[in-house]
């Protein structure tokens, strides 16, 4: 049985939704992406933590989809500050309500389809986790 990092785990998931609220419910849309990434960063520092401390061991399937969906969320990243550097959008960016004039705002905005899918994937591995600790529970029990 791999051993997992329950804190870690419930940190990760608990930015994302905390990203998710403030974006949604909130509408405090810079505060939403630092939580966002901070969700992100800690799934990098999860697989960090594990490669140090079991080396030879692989990482369990709802921590392997949190790395990844880690990875995919900060993809976006690198991507709109190639975006930012070109001076694609960002005069014309209104950054306390997301509003753009720009000529295409998907441009500015693509580090959110980014989160969005990283976030999906940290959604799977909830499910994962959920779904392998009734399993297990369902074993124990028998």
């Known amino acids: ?3 997992r990092n329950p804190p870690m785990l419930a940190a990760i998931y608990l930015l994302a939704l ?6 949604h419910v909130f509408k405090v849309f810079t505060l939403a992406e630092a939580l966002a990434v901070a969700a992100f960063l800690c799934g990098l520092l999860l697989l960090w933590r594990y490669r140090r401390q079991q080396p030879s061991m692989r990482l369990a ?13 900060l993809a976006g990243l ?38 969005n ?6 959604l799977i591995s909830a499910v994962v ?11 124990k029990a028998a």
């Open 18 to 23: 905390a990203s998710i609220l403030f974006t």
């Open 61 to 73: 399937l709802p921590e392997r989809l949190v790395v990844i969906g880690s990875l995919v969320g």
């Open 117 to 122: 899918l990283g976030f999906l994937l940290l």
């Open 1 to 3: 049985m791999r051993k």
């Open 78 to 115: 690198p991507l709109k500050l190639l975006f930012t550097l070109l001076g694609i959008g960002g005069p014309a960016h209104d950054m306390a309500d997301h509003a753009s004039n720009a000529g295409n705002p998907l441009l500015l905005h693509i580090h959110h389809l980014f989160f």
């Open 129 to 139: 986790l959920i779904a392998a600790t009734i399993k297990h529970g369902d074993q």
